[in-house]
């Protein structure tokens, strides 16, 4: 028997939009195909949290090898959103709570439907941030997938070690490793995560609100009207069985 052809695929612009990658080459535009049943397997066999990023890996056909590692979260799950878009279509049936009535349905939202927020063509890195009460300038990254996994690693090892919350210490370290700088001397994981130990509450919040002010990726927020009572609530979409396993009727 001769293979099947995959014929389904789609080429998306990233909202990152390329510019955080000179450095490890990834492009602004990405072609994705269809997932087969190959990657059906890798999702149910699987019990590791990157699933997603295996699967992604096996269907991205441009750029090949592409180092899904350095990229920023939001680009991951957009191009997850954009995965399950092409191989089996926007439709999407998940389980919402109205907020006024209380009443819980199945709704089917439109992943297609939702807005997407790009970085602009000038945007660099780092991105400089003057504190208010010390006066510091810090110097900032948007974290990659290598990050986040750093920072999930080690806050568990390092709460084991001295009995801490692990949450609490994921807290800190992830602040850390935005810090590439402090007035213009770079610093190493070690020395940023003691700064930010010593930092003060009102430097904190001007470096989490510099950081929030950079809108990048999709919006997972879905409207919908209660079946109930009528009334058109918000809710975040949920990853679900239906997400990669959709009921077909």
Not at 63 to 77: C, F, G, M, T, V
Not at 152 to 175: D, I, S
Not at 202 to 228: E, F, N, P, Q, R
Request: include cysteine.
């Amino acid at each position: 028997m001769g293979k099947n052809k995959v014929n389904y695929e789609s080429t998306v612009i990233l909202p990152s939009k390329g510019v955080l990658y000179k450095e490890s080459g990834v492009p602004a535009e990405i072609s994705l195909r269809g997932m087969t049943t190959k990657e059906e397997k890798i999702l149910y066999a699987s019990q590791s949290g990157n699933v997603f990023h295996k699967v992604l890996k096996n269907c991205i056909t441009s750029p090949e090898n592409i180092d899904l590692n350095q990229l920023i979260a939001a680009d991951e799950i957009f191009l997850i959103i954009q995965l399950r878009m092409v191989t089996y279509g926007p439709e999407y049936k998940v389980s919402a709570t109205c907020p006024k009535c209380g009443r819980t349905e199945t709704y089917t939202i439109n992943l297609g439907d939702f807005d997407v927020d790009y970085l602009p063509d000038e945007f660099s890195e780092p991105i400089e941030v003057t504190l208010p009460r010390s006066g510091d300038k810090l110097s900032l990254k948007l974290l990659r997938n290598e990050d986040t996994e750093f920072v999930e690693k080690y806050a568990k090892k390092f709460a084991k070690q001295y009995n801490l919350p692990v949450r609490e210490v994921e807290y800190g370290c992830r602040m850390a490793r935005y810090i590439t700088a402090i007035n213009g001397e770079a610093v190493d994981f070690n020395d940023a995560r003691e700064y930010v130990d010593n930092m003060p509450s009102m430097d904190s919040m001007k470096m989490w609100s510099a950081l929030d002010k950079i809108l990048v990726g999709i919006d997972t927020t879905a409207t919908v009207s209660c079946a109930g009572c009528g009334e058109d609530f918000d809710f975040t979409m949920p990853i679900t069985s239906e997400f990669f396993r959709p009921t077909v009727e």
